[in-house]
Nanobody, 117 residues
C-alpha cells in the first residue's frame, strides 16, 4: 500500500486555480504535521505550506494569500488549494507527513503542476 497517495495538479493558465490532495494510508499512525513541498526544474525542493494536527498553518512567502492548506484529521488527508497561479509556481508538488515524537517522515511520489504564461 502506498503510504501517501496524491491527486490533482495538472496544467493551467496563469491566474487560474488548481487543487492537489494527499491521503495517508491507514497504516500510518500518529501524524503530526502534514504539508506540501515543491521542486522546480533545476532548483531545490522547498516548503510550500504545512499544517499541524491542531490546524496551525505555515506558508512560504511567495504563496501567502494565494494558497490555502487544509486537512482532515479523521481521514488523514491534506489539500492545497492554489489560486492566482503564476508560472513560477510550476513544479512537482510533494506531499509530506511527519510522525509525532519521532524522526519518521513520509513523502508522496510527486505530482506535476504546470502554469503557462
Amino acid at each position: 500500500q502506498v503510504p501517501l497517495a496524491e491527486s490533482g495538479g495538472g496544467l493551467v493558465q496563469a491566474g487560474g486555480s488548481l487543487r492537489v490532495s494527499c491521503g495517508a494510508s491507514g497504516s500510518i499512525f500518529g501524524i503530526s504535521t502534514m504539508g506540501w513541498y515543491r521542486q522546480a526544474p533545476g532548483k531545490q525542493r522547498e516548503l510550500v505550506a504545512d499544517i499541524t494536527s491542531g490546524g496551525s498553518t505555515n506558508y512560504a512567502g511567495p504563496v501567502k494569500g494565494r494558497f490555502t492548506i487544509s486537512r482532515d484529521n479523521a481521514k488523514n488527508t491534506v489539500d492545497l488549494q492554489m489560486n492566482s497561479l503564476k508560472p513560477e509556481d510550476t513544479g512537482v508538488y510533494y506531499c509530506h507527513v511527519r510522525i509525532r515524537s519521532s524522526t519518521i517522515t513520509y513523502w508522496g511520489q510527486g505530482i506535476q503542476v504546470t502554469v503557462s504564461s
